[in-house]
């Protein structure tokens, strides 16, 4: 079972940290995913990591702004959130994939967690 927490309402320019709990489970055999649904959109794969942590992806959207990394010791995935804008208020759910390097696909995930809320907003 997966867990995303972390969200919460910030200005524009601010930067947030989410995590990415596995309960039941290892995430050190499973690449995780970020993805984030915006209000009347579709569903965005915006970064993903390897299950040893060693291979990431980012979307072009946040490319350069967010960083995902990996503690397998802690079952817990982060993903580092700066310069938010208003662009970037979504839903944000975290997800787990066998396929090793992973990917922003989000068709290939296997388990998926709750998400949190992220508002950007002066």
């Known amino acids: 079972q997966l867990q995303a927490y972390g969200g919460g309402l910030v200005q524009p320019g601010s930067s947030l940290r989410l995590s990415c709990e596995a309960s039941?489970?290892?995430?050190?055999?499973?690449?995780i995913g970020w993805f984030r649904q915006a209000p009347g959109k579709g569903r965005e794969g915006i970064s993903c990591?390897?299950?040893?942590?060693?291979?990431?992806l980012y979307a072009d959207s946040v490319k350069g702004r967010f960083t995902i990394s990996k503690d397998n010791a802690k079952n817990t995935v982060y993903l580092e959130m700066n310069n938010l804008n208003p662009e970037d208020t979504a839903n944000y759910y975290c997800?787990?994939?066998?396929?090793?390097?992973?990917?922003?696909?989000?068709?290939?995930?296997?388990?998926w967690g709750q998400g949190t809320l992220v508002t950007v907003s002066s």
């Open positions: 990591i390897s299950y040893n942590g060693g291979r990431t």
């Open positions: 997800a787990a994939t066998a396929i090793a390097h992973g990917t922003l696909s989000g068709s290939y995930y296997d388990y």
């Open positions: 039941g489970s290892t995430l050190g055999v499973y690449a």
